[in-house]
C-alpha cells in the first residue's frame, strides 16, 4: 500500500488534463442530489416532517447516482469511458446498486446512534462496495459487503487517516461557499479509486 501523500500524488497526476470534466460531474452529481432537493423542499417552509420526508426520499433515488459518481473516477484512473452519461449506470443495475447502498447507509446510520465510532468503523469496513459492484457483475448486494469488510481486515486505521488528511482542503471549500467542491469530490473520489486498486491488488496477490 502506498502513503497517504503517494495517493494524493497519483490522484493529482490522473487528473491531469481532465480537470475540468471532474469537476462538471461533480457539477452534475451536486446540483441533482442536493440542488434538487433543495429546490424540492424550499417551498414547505414550516413543514418539517414533509420537507424530511421528502429529502430523505430524495437522498435514496440518489444512491444509485452517489455509486456512478465514484465508479466515474475508478474508470478516470483506468483510462476508461468518462463521459457524463456514465454518471447513471447506477439506474441500468438499480435493485443491486440500490439495496448494497441502502443497507450500508442503514448500517452506518445505526452505528452512528450507538455513539460515532461504530458509525465510522462500519463506514470504513464497506467503503469498498461500490467498487467491487462495479468489478463483479454478479455479486450479491450482500456478498459485496461481505467482500469489502474482508478487504478492509487490517486496513480500517490506514484508510481513516488517509480521509482525514483531506479535511483542511475540506475546511477550504466550505470557506469558498462550497464551490471548492467542485475540485475537491474529484481529487478525493480520484484518491479513494487509488486506494481500491491496491487494495484490490494485494488482495489478489
Same mark, same amino acid.
Given at each position: ?42 417551498? #414547505? ?99 459485496? #459487503? ?5 478487504? #478492509?481486515?487490517? $486496513? ?35 484518491? #479513494?479509486? $487509488? ?11
Amino acid at each position: 500500500m502506498d502513503s497517504n501523500q503517494g495517493y494524493k500524488n497519483r490522484a493529482l497526476a490522473s487528473l491531469e488534463g481532465k480537470w475540468s470534466t471532474a469537476a462538471i460531474a461533480a457539477l452534475i452529481y451536486f446540483a441533482l442530489s442536493e440542488g434538487i432537493s433543495y429546490v424540492a423542499t424550499a417551498p #414547505m417552509g414550516d413543514n418539517l416532517t414533509i420537507s424530511y420526508g421528502t429529502q430523505g426520499f430524495w437522498e435514496l433515488l440518489c444512491l444509485p447516482l452517489g455509486w456512478g459518481f465514484a465508479i466515474f473516477f475508478l474508470n478516470l484512473i483506468r483510462n476508461e469511458d468518462i463521459n457524463y452519461e456514465r454518471l447513471f449506470d447506477g439506474y441500468k443495475d438499480f435493485v443491486r446498486v440500490f439495496l448494497a447502498g441502502f443497507l450500508c447507509v442503514m448500517a452506518i446510520a445505526i452505528g452512528f446512534v450507538f455513539f460515532i465510532v461504530p458509525g465510522i468503523i462500519l463506514a470504513l469496513m464497506f467503503s469498498q462496495t461500490e467498487y467491487i459492484l462495479k468489478d463483479d457483475k454478479q455479486i450479491s448486494a450482500a456478498d459485496a #459487503m461481505a467482500k469489502s469488510m474482508k478487504m #478492509m481486515n487490517g $486496513h480500517k486505521a490506514e484508510l481513516f487517516w488517509l480521509m482525514l488528511s483531506f479535511i483542511g482542503w475540506f475546511l477550504l471549500s466550505i470557506l469558498t461557499l462550497g464551490i471548492g467542491f467542485l475540485l475537491l469530490a474529484p481529487y478525493f473520489s480520484t484518491t #479513494m479509486a $487509488h486506494y481500491y486498486e491496491d487494495l484490490k491488488a494485494e488482495q489478489q496477490g
